[in-house]
T-cell receptor, first 116, second 115 residues
Framework: EAGVVQSPRYKIIEKKQPVAFWCNPISGHNTLYWYLQNLGQGPELLIRYENEEAVDDSQLPKDRFSAERLKGVDSTLKIQPAELGDSAVYLC??????????????FGPGTRLTVL | AQKVTQAQTEISVVEKEDVTLDCVYETRDTTYYLFWYKQPPSGELVFLIRRNSFDEQNEISGRYSWNFQKSTSSFNFTITASQVVDSAVYFCALSVGTGFQKLVFGTGTRLLVSP
């Protein structure tokens, strides 16, 4: 079974430029998560999707960040414009069943963003 | 509020040594889950174990073992006879309640196992 796929793995941009990250969850997983991981920190949830609906985006900085999950499968996270402080690793995860704290989340390898 | 503390930032051991990674959690909920994830240099987090608040039995899986103690709000992870491949960052995480599984992660412990 293929795991969570993310691209690109690395991205270097100049500040004020836009950037987008793509995630393809494990087949059949209807719940998709985007996390932000700063250097030396644990991941922090940005947004959670149940199918194509964003059910928890309270931690997403909506002035510059946006996300979509059209058709309820793959997802895109966008930053426009990027700031120096956005340099971090952006992780995508998926799980098979909505709700229930026992459900295991499967993580992708992440996209490491560097903003110059 | 929920919080996970991993006080050990980095641990260095020599291969075959045993090592324990500490995790202390805070929550007022009586129903919660605790997790350990491994993050190798490749970047993806790998699920290791999940424990619910009603099950304090310790668990052993090969060279890995976990000690859950509600009295001290700790969920420690021990690797026996460490190997170089165990080198990674290990995260402890907490989710509460019976609804959505929002994971609250600790800051991680970097384990370096040298030959």
């Amino acid at each position: 079974e293929a795991g969570v796929v993310q691209s690109p793995r690395y991205k270097i941009i100049e500040k004020k430029q836009p950037v987008a990250f793509w995630c393809n969850p494990i087949s059949g997983h209807n719940t998709l998560y985007w996390y932000l991981q700063n250097l030396g920190q644990g991941p922090e949830l940005l947004i959670r999707y149940e199918n194509e609906e964003a059910v928890d985006d309270s931690q997403l900085p909506k002035d510059r960040f946006s996300a979509e999950r059209l058709k309820g499968v793959d997802s895109t996270l966008k930053i426009q414009p990027a700031e120096l402080g956005d340099s971090a690793v952006y992780l995508c995860a998926s799980s098979s069943i909505a709700g229930g704290p026992s459900n295991e989340q499967f993580f992708g390898p992440g996209t490491r963003l560097t903003v110059l | 509020a929920q919080k996970v503390t991993q006080a050990q930032t980095e641990i260095s051991v020599v291969e075959k040594e045993d090592v324990t990674l500490d995790c202390v959690y805070e929550t007022r909920d009586t129903t919660y889950y605790l997790f350990w994830y491994k993050q190798p240099p490749s970047g993806e987090l790998v699920f290791l174990i999940r424990r619910n608040s009603f099950d304090e039995q310790n668990e052993i899986s090969g060279r890995y073992s976990w000690n859950f103690q509600k009295s001290t709000s700790s969920f420690n992870f021990t690797i026996t006879a460490s190997q170089v491949v165990d080198s990674a960052v290990y995260f402890c995480a907490l989710s509460v309640g019976t609804g959505f599984q929002k994971l609250v992660f600790g800051t991680g412990t970097r384990l370096l196992v040298s030959p």
